[in-house]
């Protein structure tokens, strides 16, 4: 019967003539029969319409007809390569590529998804990499003989393949697809191209597969360019420095680049954030969170703490409580830097490196009214809900360190803030701030020098009992509400 409803629909949706809004119900109906299992089990009958739908003029033909070939994939694919096989035997890739070139925004979404699907499966990616490249289908010659916009659209279909597997990003890679992009990102003609091209690399900078793959061009090159580059427009700039951040941001990335790469970015971003004034905000708070984000692996925090001048600019950012935006930029990258992110076991770098943080914490909190840092871990959590969440990120890099853990717990105003279950009334407020309370506690039970002392003992009791209470408010304490009482207005 379903197959029967189907078939009518479909029959209807070829000769719907003139019936106002008769198309938008008609794929409106087919979108929800083929998202479902069963519905999906009944592709393989419509595949001719399918391919009619591909070709269609209407738009949103297309687009229904993209969906219902990642339907298939996504319901149908299993060891025995059913639906591969029906896209080979139809020719419905070359149709996708078409979708994806000539169509409206919407299906070119829909066919890149579509196609993306396809390459999930051993047998998808051959129809994609096929041992003897089809003229039609290669993708290289497909984006030289695009417009513009069709090159863009190809170059985020290969970021699209890079992502759906390892396998993937090996033919993208042996294909040299990668060059694509790195020839497009050379070619500073377009600045609204160019901005789209960074967009696909910062979103191909977040794939935890093929890294050797990307690290392995000359993009990173490319990005320190356009970093130095005084001339570029600063959003170029800025883009440019959020995505060397990003691909330097893991623990594995020094397997795949010696340590001058990484410094040749961490002294581009420094050189270049020593110019900006405050009306470049935007672009120092992306370069000060690459900064961190290149910090937030081990290799990478000693490297930047290496460079004297790098690190000082971070450390003096986010102790600056006039910088705002910057601030906050700052705090959070620091809190990288310190270990926020990494396991416990890795929190910790060698000598020089913490002695170096040591040694740039305390000489700007000297060069502050506050004079010493616990005063302006203070001054932080004293500020809105934000600055206070980047603090607890801190203060939780921080807490591994022996000085810094002497400096909270001897400020009795960080802990009863810390320990405060009404202090932060948001989800990601309350689970920092538990976190914090955790490191801290941690930090003094696993040393029992520090255990010993009293005073920290103290502190130690009342940071479990907090932690007792779990992250959410405090067990069997409500707030009562309060009656406000106040003067009348009169007129």
């Not at 169509?103 to 999930?120: C, H, P, S, W, Y």
């Not at 089809?134 to 890079?162: H, M, P, Q, W, Y």
């Not at 790098?310 to 986010?318: G, Y």
């Not at 802990?415 to 506690?441: P, Q, R, V």
């Amino acid at each position: 019967m379903g197959l029967i409803i189907s078939l009518l629909i479909c029959s209807a949706l070829q000769t719907k003539g003139d019936v106002p809004g008769l198309e938008d119900a008609l794929i409106d109906c087919l979108e929800k029969i083929f998202r479902t299992k069963y519905g999906a089990s009944l592709i393989p009958h419509f595949m001719p319409f399918i391919v009619v739908g591909l070709q269609a003029y209407s738009q949103r033909v297309r687009n229904l007809s993209c969906k219902t070939v990642s339907s298939l994939l996504e319901n149908l694919e299993d060891y025995t390569g059913l639906a591969t096989s029906l896209i080979k035997e139809n020719g419905v890739y070359p149709l996708l590529l078409n979708c994806l070139i000539d169509g409206d925004e919407q299906v070119a979404v829909a066919a890149t998804e579509a196609i993306r699907n396809l390459a999930r499966s051993q047998q998808g990616i051959e129809i994609i990499f096929p041992a003897t490249p089809n003229e039609s289908t290669d993708i290289t010659k497909l984006a030289a003989r695009c417009s513009s916009l069709g090159r863009v659209r190809v170059l985020a279909l290969i970021v699209k393949l890079f992502s759906a597997s390892s396998a993937a990003a090996t033919l993208v890679h042996n294909s040299n697809l990668l060059g694509l992009l790195e020839a497009e990102v050379r070619n500073a003609n377009d600045t609204l191209i160019t901005l789209s091209v960074l967009e696909l690399l910062y979103e191909l900078a977040e794939v935890h597969h093929g890294m050797e793959y990307v690290l392995g061009t000359n993009i990173l090159q490319l990005l320190i360019s356009i970093i130095r580059n005084s001339s570029a427009e600063s959003m170029l700039r800025s883009r440019a420095m959020m995505i060397s951040g990003r691909l330097l941001s893991k623990e594995n990335v020094f397997t795949f680049i010696d340590e001058s790469g990484v410094k040749a970015v961490i002294s581009a971003i420094d050189e270049r954030l020593s110019l900006l004034d405050s009306q470049d905000a935007d672009e120092c708070e992306c370069g000060l969170e690459a900064l961190g984000q290149i910090g937030s692996s081990t290799k990478g925090a000693v490297l930047l703490l290496s460079n004297t001048s790098a690190a000082k600019l971070v450390v003096n950012t986010a102790f600056n409580l006039h910088g705002r935006g910057k601030q906050l930029a700052a705090l959070h990258s620091l809190g990288n830097i310190a270990g926020e992110t990494r396991p416990e076991e890795n929190k910790l770098l060698n000598a020089d490196a913490e002695e170096s943080l040591r040694r740039l914490v305390y000489e700007t909190a000297s060069s502050t009214p506050k004079l010493i840092p616990s005063g302006l871990v203070l001054a932080i959590l004293k500020l809105e809900s934000e600055f206070r969440i980047a603090g607890y990120r801190l203060i939780t890099g921080l807490a591994a360190r022996p000085w810094f853990l002497v400096e909270i717990c001897s400020r009795q105003e960080i802990i009863n803030i810390l320990t405060d279950s009404y202090t932060e009334t948001t989800k990601i407020g309350m689970e920092t701030k538990f976190n914090c309370c955790e490191a801290i506690y941690k930090a003094i039970a696993f040393s029992p020098k520090l255990l010993g002392d009293p005073a920290l003992s103290e502190t130690a009791e009342k940071l479990s009992e907090a932690i007792k209470k779990g992250p959410y408010l405090a067990k069997g304490r409500q707030r009562e509400a309060q009656p406000e009482v106040a003067t009348a207005d009169r007129f």
